[in-house]
């Protein structure tokens, strides 16, 4: 490849890079940027860098018949980093282990090899809150041990930022290891794109008439990107400092302000919609124009 392109991260011309130069570039698997769900580049070039026999196909080509590490890398949160570092440092005692595939699953942190499953595949219960193993690896003992410590801590440590997770749930369909905050910062990506769907294809004029969707988007802007903010500490808010947390944590304080007088019965729903900051439908709208684009792309 011409190492010139370079220069050009997101340059689509010649051969599609390895993951050893998106990593150079600067970017994830597949040349898209790095986004709060995957591991950053420092972290993956420690990896690649420090264990070189075990990611060896970091410098395969990315092409169909290459193992899926040459086309994703590292396709798991930047919060198993050190977990990852740590098995590493356990795996290259033997040689003869190539990673094919390093991802999340159901999960859990798991490790495809060269040559066979050699894998600890394991599964959360959640009735009896323990993990299961239900392939075992066919290499040797320490092996075994290294790859089922490294999905033990996995289950319980926040795929995003690593802090400790009370085990994997059930999110959109979605099985993931999330701390209290990196959970609700993805269920306020969600709600930004319900909010987007809900105001999609009217007018500001249809959108004030129809009282249906004013009160849906109010509740879901106040229980969902509200709440979620009032989640989040000063120094995971810094790392987003294009969201405008200030006007958030308003949104929560209208929350729980209509939860209290709700739970009172001193108010009926309309004098309730009229009395809290007095929340307009043009201000609702405003909002999910204005606002919710800026946060759907700063918390992805």
């Not at 420090?50 to 196909?57: A, D, I, R, S």
């Not at 395969?60 to 396709?75: E, I, K, L």
């Not at 299961?132 to 790859?147: C, D, F, G, N, P």
């Not at 989640?231 to 729980?256: G, M």
Request: proline share 5%; with cysteine.
């Amino acid at each position: 490849m011409d190492k010139s392109s370079l220069s050009d991260p997101f340059d689509f011309s010649g051969p599609w890079p390895t993951v050893r130069e998106c990593i150079t570039r600067g970017l994830g698997p597949y040349r898209t940027g790095i986004g709060r769900g995957d591991m950053t580049v420092a972290h993956a070039k420690h990896l690649i860098e420090t264990y070189p026999t075990l990611y060896k196909h970091a410098d395969s080509p990315a092409v169909g018949a290459s193992p899926p590490f040459a086309r994703q890398g590292f396709a798991c949160g930047d919060g198993w980093f050190s977990i990852l570092d740590r098995l590493s440092a356990k795996l290259i005692a033997d040689p003869s282990l190539v990673v094919i595939q390093c991802k999340e699953k159901m999960g859990i942190l798991t490790m495809y090899f060269d040559g066979g499953p050699a894998t600890i595949t394991m599964f959360f219960d959640g009735g009896s809150a323990t993990l299961v193993e239900v392939e075992a690896a066919t290499e040797a003992s320490a092996t075994r041990a290294a790859l089922k410590a490294a999905a033990k801590d996995s289950a319980v440590t926040c795929e995003l930022c690593g802090q400790p997770s009370p085990g994997p749930q059930t999110i959109n369909r979605w099985v993931s290891v999330r701390c209290d905050s990196c959970g609700w910062l993805d269920d306020m990506v969600l709600a930004c794109g319900f909010l987007s769907n809900i105001a999609a294809g009217k007018t500001q004029e249809a959108f004030v008439a129809d009282f249906g969707a004013v009160v849906v988007a109010k509740n879901h802007i106040t229980m969902h990107l509200g709440v979620g903010a009032s989640h989040q500490s000063e120094e995971v808010r810094k790392r987003f400092p294009h969201v405008d947390w200030a006007k958030l944590d308003l949104w929560a304080t209208i929350d729980s302000i209509e939860k209290m007088a709700q739970a009172e019965g001193n108010f009926t729903r309309e004098e309730l919609e009229a009395m809290i900051f007095q929340v307009s439908p043009e201000d609702i709208w405003k909002f999910i124009h204005e606002d919710v684009p800026v946060i759907e792309e700063a918390l992805r």
